[in-house]
């Protein structure tokens, strides 16, 4: 079929041309985006008389009606078209014959497509924001139940202190907060009208550009056209918060996994959110989290790939910068399906706090504290230090642990142990004493939680 834009061409390109050149398959995504543009746009060329009003308000019923039409299924989209601009504009002329061909006065599909692009990722920045506040509020959830759980705190996966599993979830819960904040400042940057910039140099016509981004619900408008029709910053940027987003619940996925090992059984996951094996009976695996895991990947290959598609090209439109949208799409998409399921997985987690205590006593967590005790004792950190990893040592050995060690033992290595070292490093008191700012005892966590409550 001759294109709407034959002319200086027949418009008679061969049929794998067109598969090749068609982006309908993933940009009528945009229908909603592209129809409430129009309108907007039909209306700003009447008030400054570049339409009549008369044709405008054709216009704006045909489109409303199309619009009502694709939202009840009534429409189709036309698979065969060339994108959902064609589609739109197409079906428009269709039915109001002429007049529907005076739509596109004014500007052109690259402003139009960014336009589109921009309106539809401000609201799955919205979406995405929600989702995350949802899973901000299941780890609030588990951190209020489990306040004063311990478990011990690992550097390079060796056991280090102990922490309160509150704690351990508060800081994803920092994490996921500055991840909404990073949503939330995109969005702002994207939240720019590129309409009226037309193909890339602006247009002849008296437009107010101001009003139809006003129209649109948009903060400002672009003020260079060439930059407006050139732009994919809000795409890299929205990938790149995306993809740090997803490098969070991927960091959280692989402590999931290691929890619910039978090696760790610090946690199990519920049976809506694990799967069994086809062959071995006794597995209960957690492929939820090794899924987000896994898809954190791909997000990152969207972000690359688009960084990539964009390092090389002139101002001002390239045909390339089609490719913008599979990559965003697939991010939004896959980063919600990630947060859709990891709220309720963890909302529904049950916390095995015995092993976790089981786990805090074993592995000499409490040095730091046995080594503190001396310095308040009088001796300088150094040698405080030394004395404990000796006595670590002596209890290594003697398959022993601090706590069962006995006084006479202690004062061996320096005269300053007294009764009370027993209190010292008592897991719950290594725990209650780090109320540093920040750190992981209750009264902290505490505080962590009301901060984390007044910021979502
Ligand atoms: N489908 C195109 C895209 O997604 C729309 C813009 C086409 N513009 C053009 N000059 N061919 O980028």
């Given at each position: 079929m001759a294109k709407m834009w034959a002319g200086r061409t027949s418009g008679e390109t061969s049929k794998i041309a067109d598969d090749f050149n068609s982006s309908i398959r993933f940009d009528c995504k945009m229908y909603q985006q592209d129809i409430k543009g129009s309108i907007a746009h039909a209306m700003m060329l009447a008030k400054q008389n570049i339409i009549t009003k008369e044709d405008a308000e054709i216009l704006v019923d045909a489109l409303a009606q199309i619009l009502e039409d694709l939202n009840s299924g009534a429409l189709e989209i036309d698979m065969e078209a060339e994108d959902i601009h064609m589609f739109v504009e197409q079906v428009l002329t269709t039915r109001v014959?002429?007049?529907?061909?005076?739509?596109?006065t004014a500007r052109s599909r690259n402003d139009q497509v960014a336009l589109d692009l921009r309106m539809y990722l401000r609201d799955e920045c919205d979406e995405i924001v929600e989702l995350v506040t949802n899973l901000i509020k299941a780890l609030c959830n588990q951190a209020e139940e489990n306040k004063s759980v311990i478990m011990p705190g690992y550097t390079h996966l060796q056991r280090a202190q102990p922490v309160t599993f509150s704690h351990h979830m508060m800081a994803y819960a920092m994490m996921l907060l500055r991840d909404i904040d990073r949503l939330k400042d995109c969005r702002k940057r994207m939240n720019v009208s590129p309409i009226g910039c037309c193909a890339l140099a602006g247009t002849t016509y008296d437009t107010d550009r101001y009003f139809e981004a006003q129209q649109l619900q948009f903060d400002s408008i672009a003020l260079n056209s060439l930059d407006g029709v050139s732009d994919r910053d809000f795409c890299v940027e929205m990938l790149s918060s995306i993809a740090i987003l997803m490098m969070h619940l991927s960091r959280f996925s692989e402590e999931l996994i290691l929890w619910s090992s039978w090696e760790f059984k610090f946690v199990e996951l519920s049976d809506s959110f694990t799967t069994g094996s086809s062959i071995m009976p006794q597995k209960k695996n957690p492929e939820m989290a090794e899924l987000v895991r896994g898809t954190t990947a791909r997000v990152y290959g969207d972000l690359m790939a688009t960084l990539t598609m964009l390092k090389g090209l002139p101002l001002a439109y390239n045909k390339d910068m089609q490719e913008d949208k599979e990559s965003i799409f697939d991010a939004c998409e896959t980063v919600k399906m990630c947060l859709k399921v990891f709220a309720p997985m963890i909302d529904t987690m049950s916390v095995r706090a015995d092993n976790m205590k089981k786990a805090a006593s074993e592995g000499f967590i409490n040095a730091t504290d046995l080594a503190d005790y001396l310095v308040k004792k009088g001796l300088p950190f150094r040698s405080a230090y030394k004395i404990s990893g000796s006595i670590v040592a002596y209890c290594i050995e003697n398959k022993t642990i601090l706590e069962e060690l006995p006084l006479e033992k202690y004062k061996e290595y320096s005269?300053?142990?007294?009764?009370d070292v027993y209190d010292e490093i008592d897991l719950t008191t290594c725990v209650n004493k780090r109320v540093s700012v920040g750190g992981t005892s209750v009264e902290s966590v505490e505080m962590q939680l009301k901060f984390v409550k007044e910021n979502i």
């Amino acid at each position: 079929m001759a294109k709407m834009w034959a002319g200086r061409t027949s418009g008679e390109t061969s049929k794998i041309a067109d598969d090749f050149n068609s982006s309908i398959r993933f940009d009528c995504k945009m229908y909603q985006q592209d129809i409430k543009g129009s309108i907007a746009h039909a209306m700003m060329l009447a008030k400054q008389n570049i339409i009549t009003k008369e044709d405008a308000e054709i216009l704006v019923d045909a489109l409303a009606q199309i619009l009502e039409d694709l939202n009840s299924g009534a429409l189709e989209i036309d698979m065969e078209a060339e994108d959902i601009h064609m589609f739109v504009e197409q079906v428009l002329t269709t039915r109001v014959g002429d007049v529907g061909k005076k739509l596109h006065t004014a500007r052109s599909r690259n402003d139009q497509v960014a336009l589109d692009l921009r309106m539809y990722l401000r609201d799955e920045c919205d979406e995405i924001v929600e989702l995350v506040t949802n899973l901000i509020k299941a780890l609030c959830n588990q951190a209020e139940e489990n306040k004063s759980v311990i478990m011990p705190g690992y550097t390079h996966l060796q056991r280090a202190q102990p922490v309160t599993f509150s704690h351990h979830m508060m800081a994803y819960a920092m994490m996921l907060l500055r991840d909404i904040d990073r949503l939330k400042d995109c969005r702002k940057r994207m939240n720019v009208s590129p309409i009226g910039c037309c193909a890339l140099a602006g247009t002849t016509y008296d437009t107010d550009r101001y009003f139809e981004a006003q129209q649109l619900q948009f903060d400002s408008i672009a003020l260079n056209s060439l930059d407006g029709v050139s732009d994919r910053d809000f795409c890299v940027e929205m990938l790149s918060s995306i993809a740090i987003l997803m490098m969070h619940l991927s960091r959280f996925s692989e402590e999931l996994i290691l929890w619910s090992s039978w090696e760790f059984k610090f946690v199990e996951l519920s049976d809506s959110f694990t799967t069994g094996s086809s062959i071995m009976p006794q597995k209960k695996n957690p492929e939820m989290a090794e899924l987000v895991r896994g898809t954190t990947a791909r997000v990152y290959g969207d972000l690359m790939a688009t960084l990539t598609m964009l390092k090389g090209l002139p101002l001002a439109y390239n045909k390339d910068m089609q490719e913008d949208k599979e990559s965003i799409f697939d991010a939004c998409e896959t980063v919600k399906m990630c947060l859709k399921v990891f709220a309720p997985m963890i909302d529904t987690m049950s916390v095995r706090a015995d092993n976790m205590k089981k786990a805090a006593s074993e592995g000499f967590i409490n040095a730091t504290d046995l080594a503190d005790y001396l310095v308040k004792k009088g001796l300088p950190f150094r040698s405080a230090y030394k004395i404990s990893g000796s006595i670590v040592a002596y209890c290594i050995e003697n398959k022993t642990i601090l706590e069962e060690l006995p006084l006479e033992k202690y004062k061996e290595y320096s005269e300053l142990f007294e009764n009370d070292v027993y209190d010292e490093i008592d897991l719950t008191t290594c725990v209650n004493k780090r109320v540093s700012v920040g750190g992981t005892s209750v009264e902290s966590v505490e505080m962590q939680l009301k901060f984390v409550k007044e910021n979502i």
